[in-house]
């Protein structure tokens, strides 16, 4: 997943367009550097361009990584899993997946914020399921909705696949997406679904302390990551700051819990001497090793990183009450309103919802499957016990305002 290749994008930190020329950022993620004389229009749009081009500026105008520690570390790949390659000969790797195909069958554009490295093998399989040919245009997923929006009516778009929830809720509240019908909102848990039916998710990812388990005891983490700014955890706590899914994790912060106790948070993180890493990856690696004791990512690392390695000493802590430390987010997928593809589109988020998809997500990206009655790998803790903030995730549309946060409090 994040740490295997360097195509994988997250969705909030790249770009793929033919139109911008792109840097390396954090994760290894391709940061959008816009050509001379192009600008995005920002009005409407503040909220998803405007943070792309605060991290294109923050990555690109400096050469290392502002923290009160810097630790070096590998490039890390993003915040979209991708498909494990050892799992390639599973079951859900070759499984048929189910679906209903369209009267018309057809062909239907995707705009996808998932990566061709995660997204590409479920294609064939797709397009088998439903009798649509799948032309799957893969980019940002920030960037993807911002040029739905600046594309309007003349979209080519009839399907959108988000790697963040906040970009749905973008979508939606412009209204560019249409309501998807009941019985297909019912497959999914309300907390991972739009409230007003615009969108639903499709696989899940939870935001944990992993910590060493040679070095401490669950019992001795913190009843909410609030604490963390303890002096008892002063230097031994390690984040990535310009990652996607920690910024989602702090917009939801925003959201849940102030502006005022947000930056008051971060301000103590940094005064307590957070160690920042470039991606996730190596901070679950730093915590292996012993060189931190606590870091913030989201759940799938350990499996990942495990997966890699071997046995290693560090387990993963769901802080309890509903602490915006256990945010759960999603990538979803949403139908393009107007879009004259909406019957492909349908037939093709049934199928994603279909068991074998969702096996596909379990088994080869340890995502949390949403759907279908479909268990998270052995070992994950299942959702309904984790005790995650109630939220609305079409609120974490707010990226704008926790990039230029974080810029204020000097964390990036």
Same mark, same amino acid.
């Given at each position: 997943?994040?740490?295997?290749?360097?195509?994988?994008?997250?969705?909030?930190?790249? +770009?793929? @367009?033919? /139109?911008?020329?792109?840097?390396?950022?954090?994760?290894?993620?391709?940061? %959008?550097? !816009? #050509? =001379?004389?192009?600008?995005?229009?920002?009005?409407?749009?503040?909220?998803?361009?405007?943070?792309?081009?605060?991290?294109?500026?923050?990555?690109?105008?400096?050469?290392?990584?502002?923290?009160?520690?810097?630790?070096?570390?590998?490039?890390?790949?993003?915040?979209?899993?991708?498909?494990?390659?050892?799992?390639?000969?599973?079951?859900?790797?070759?499984?048929?997946?189910?679906?209903?195909?369209?009267?018309?069958?057809?062909?239907?554009?995707?705009?996808?914020?998932?990566?061709?490295?995660?997204?590409?093998?479920?294609?064939?399989?797709?397009?088998?399921?439903?009798?649509?040919?799948?032309?799957?245009?893969?980019?940002?997923?920030?960037?993807?909705?911002?040029?739905?929006?600046?594309?309007?009516?003349?979209?080519?778009?009839?399907?959108? +696949?988000? @790697?963040? /929830?906040?970009?749905?809720?973008?979508?939606?509240?412009?209204?560019?997406? %249409?309501? !998807? #019908? =009941?019985?297909?909102?019912?497959?999914?848990?309300?907390?991972?679904?739009?409230?007003?039916?615009?969108?639903?998710?499709?696989?899940?990812?939870?935001?944990?302390?992993?910590?060493?388990?040679?070095?401490?005891?669950?019992?001795?983490?913190?009843?909410?990551?609030?604490?963390?700014?303890?002096?008892?955890?002063?230097?031994?706590?390690?984040?990535?700051?310009?990652?996607?899914?920690?910024?989602?994790?702090?917009?939801?912060?925003?959201?849940?819990?102030?502006?005022?106790?947000?930056?008051?948070?971060?301000?103590?993180?940094?005064?307590?001497?957070?160690?920042?890493?470039?991606?996730?990856?190596?901070?679950?690696?730093?915590?292996?090793?012993?060189?931190?004791?606590?870091?913030?990512?989201?759940?799938?690392?350990?499996?990942?990183?495990?997966?890699?390695?071997?046995?290693?000493?560090?387990?993963?802590?769901?802080?309890?009450?509903?602490?915006?430390?256990?945010?759960?987010?999603?990538?979803?997928?949403?139908?393009?309103?107007?879009?004259?593809?909406?019957?492909?589109?349908?037939?093709?988020?049934?199928?994603?919802?279909?068991?074998?998809?969702?096996?596909?997500?379990?088994?080869?990206?340890?995502?949390?499957?949403?759907?279908?009655?479909?268990?998270?790998?052995?070992?994950?803790?299942?959702?309904?016990?984790?005790?995650?903030?109630?939220?609305?995730?079409?609120?974490?549309?707010?990226?704008?305002?926790?990039?230029?946060?974080?810029?204020?409090?000097?964390?990036?």
């Amino acid at each position: 997943m994040d740490d295997r290749d360097h195509a994988r994008r997250t969705a909030r930190d790249h +770009i793929r @367009q033919a /139109a911008t020329e792109t840097v390396t950022g954090n994760d290894g993620d391709e940061m %959008a550097v !816009l #050509p =001379e004389g192009e600008t995005f229009r920002i009005d409407r749009r503040m909220a998803l361009a405007g943070a792309l081009g605060a991290m294109a500026l923050s990555v690109a105008g400096r050469a290392g990584v502002v923290s009160a520690q810097t630790a070096t570390a590998e490039a890390d790949p993003a915040a979209d899993p991708e498909a494990d390659p050892e799992a390639a000969g599973s079951s859900a790797a070759d499984e048929v997946i189910d679906g209903t195909p369209v009267g018309s069958a057809g062909t239907l554009t995707v705009y996808s914020g998932r990566s061709e490295e995660l997204v590409g093998p479920l294609v064939p399989r797709l397009e088998a399921a439903t009798g649509v040919d799948l032309e799957v245009r893969y980019g940002n997923t920030a960037e993807l909705a911002v040029q739905i929006l600046d594309e309007g009516d003349n979209s080519p778009a009839g399907l959108y +696949i988000a @790697q963040d /929830a906040g970009a749905l809720g973008q979508l939606g509240n412009e209204g560019r997406l %249409a309501p !998807l #019908p =009941e019985d297909v909102l019912d497959l999914v848990d309300p907390r991972f679904r739009s409230p007003d039916g615009f969108w639903v998710g499709v696989s899940g990812r939870a935001r944990v302390a992993a910590y060493n388990t040679d070095q401490l005891a669950e019992a001795d983490l913190p009843a909410s990551v609030l604490d963390l700014t303890d002096d008892r955890w002063r230097g031994q706590v390690g984040w990535a700051p310009e990652n996607g899914s920690f910024q989602a994790f702090i917009t939801a912060l925003r959201v849940l819990r102030g502006e005022d106790i947000a930056r008051e948070w971060l301000e103590g993180m940094r005064a307590n001497e957070a160690v920042t890493f470039e991606n996730n990856g190596s901070i679950l690696r730093a915590v292996a090793s012993g060189e931190i004791g606590v870091g913030l990512v989201n759940h799938y690392y350990l499996y990942e990183v495990g997966a890699e390695e071997g046995e290693i000493p560090v387990a993963n802590h769901f802080f309890p009450a509903g602490d915006p430390g256990s945010l759960i987010n999603v990538a979803g997928a949403g139908i393009i309103e107007g879009s004259d593809q909406a019957e492909q589109a349908l037939a093709t988020i049934r199928a994603l919802l279909a068991e074998p998809a969702q096996r596909y997500f379990a088994e080869e990206t340890f995502e949390y499957p949403l759907a279908a009655g479909v268990e998270p790998v052995e070992g994950l803790t299942p959702l309904a016990e984790i005790d995650s903030p109630e939220l609305d995730l079409s609120d974490l549309d707010d990226l704008q305002g926790t990039i230029d946060l974080l810029v204020e409090v000097g964390i990036i």
